[in-house]
């Protein structure tokens, strides 16, 4: 029952998971954003024994798609066709201001906002 968290950016994609008992979420790394990223994607899947991906749904301040929502809406869809894995949109407004604000500015900011997010999504989700 292990989910994954994905925080898309144009140049560098943060990566969360939860526990195996999909309760907590937990910052795993950032990978560049380049022609590798779905199949790097993909074999964390495979490695982790993900059954659900968390996607950050990324919107302007008006609730707006943003530029980089139409990319994530393709990765979306190239990741249902090869992985067949349910995929969720969660809003990720701020996450990585957050993360920021949490931990200070390094180069593991985006797998904190793919923690925050996957708990966000949790959060809501949980009975």
Same mark, same amino acid.
């Given at each position: 029952m292990r989910k994954m968290g994905i925080d898309y950016g144009s140049k560098r994609v943060g990566i969360a998971f939860t526990d195996e008992g999909g309760r907590m979420a937990f910052p795993h790394g950032v990978i560049p954003n &380049?022609?590798?990223?779905?199949q790097h994607i993909e074999n964390l899947i495979a490695e982790k024994e993900v059954s659900e991906i968390v996607m950050g749904h990324s919107l302007n301040r008006e609730g707006q798609a943003n530029p980089i929502h139409a990319k994530v809406e393709e990765l979306?869809? &190239?990741l249902t066709l090869s992985v067949g894995l349910p995929i969720h949109l969660q809003p990720?407004?701020?996450?990585t201001q957050e993360a920021i604000r949490l931990q200070g500015r390094n180069d593991q900011v985006d797998a904190s906002a793919a923690a925050i997010i996957l708990n966000s999504y949790l959060t809501q989700h949980t009975i």
């Open positions: &380049d022609k590798n990223l779905q979306m869809m &190239d990720e407004q701020y996450t």
